[in-house]
């Protein structure tokens, strides 16, 4: 069974241009989530999706931010415009049922220049 | 909000060696997980443990949930073992929805 399939695994981009994340969850998982991970830190939650709502976007900062998950199945993540302060690992994970067991996918490691 | 911590924050071990890693927390969680972290960032799931023993291999974990810490025992180490360790609590404050949150992590290196 596949795991949870993120693209693309690297991302470089100057600052002020859009750029957007793909995940795939694990198949029947009903809950997504997307987390950032800054270097030497763990991750912390951006948003999570319930099917196709979101339930908890409370640390997605809106003004840049986007996220959305149509079908209740894959999601994008989208940022515009990029800062430099962005630059981080953006983790996509997915459980069965809200915050069970979590799998996460590879990543993508944003780099803003 | 809850602090979680973990120690040590870095850990250099022979391979073949035992070890202990802890975490910590402030305030009562509704569940508990461990993670490792490779050194190419792939974070696998270790343990689901809200609560009690369990073994998987050659690791376990215990969680005490009333005392507000969780061990993680890694025996007969090999170098594959390598990476960033993170726990995560699932808590929620006055009322507000449920949120998982990581530790600061244990930098692990076992030395063949």
């Known amino acids: 069974e596949a795991g949870v399939v993120q693209s693309p695994r690297y991302k470089i981009i100057e600052k002020k241009q859009p750029v957007a994340f793909w995940c795939n969850p694990i198949s029947g998982h009903n809950t997504l989530y997307w987390y950032r991970q800054n270097l030497g830190q763990g991750p912390e939650l951006l948003i999570r999706y319930e099917n196709e709502e979101a339930v908890d976007d409370s640390q997605l900062p809106k003004d840049r931010f986007s996220a959305e998950r149509l079908k209740g199945v894959d999601s994008t993540l989208k940022i515009q415009p990029a800062e430099l302060g962005d630059s981080a690992v953006y983790l996509c994970?997915?459980?069965?049922?809200?915050?069970?067991?979590?799998?996460f996918g590879s990543g993508t490691q944003l780099s803003v220049l | 909000g809850i602090q979680v911590e973990q120690s040590p924050p870095d850990l250099i071990l022979q391979e073949g060696a035992n070890s202990t890693l802890r975490c910590n927390f402030s305030?009562?969680?509704?569940?508990l997980q461990w993670f490792h972290q490779n050194p190419w960032g792939q974070l696998i799931n270790l343990f689901y443990i809200p609560s009690g023993t369990k073994q998987n291999g050659r690791l376990s974990a215990t969680t005490v949930a009333t005392e507000r810490y969780s061990l993680l025992y890694i025996s007969s180490s090999q170098t594959t073992d390598s990476g960033v360790y993170f726990c995560?609590?699932?808590?929620?404050?006055?009322?507000?929805?449920?949120?998982?949150?990581f530790g600061t992590g244990t930098l692990l290196a076992v030395q063949p």
């Open positions: 305030d009562s969680v509704n569940n």
């Open positions: 995560a609590v699932l808590y929620s404050h006055g009322g507000a929805t449920n949120k998982l949150i």
């Open positions: 994970a997915s459980s069965l049922e809200p915050n069970e067991k979590l799998f």
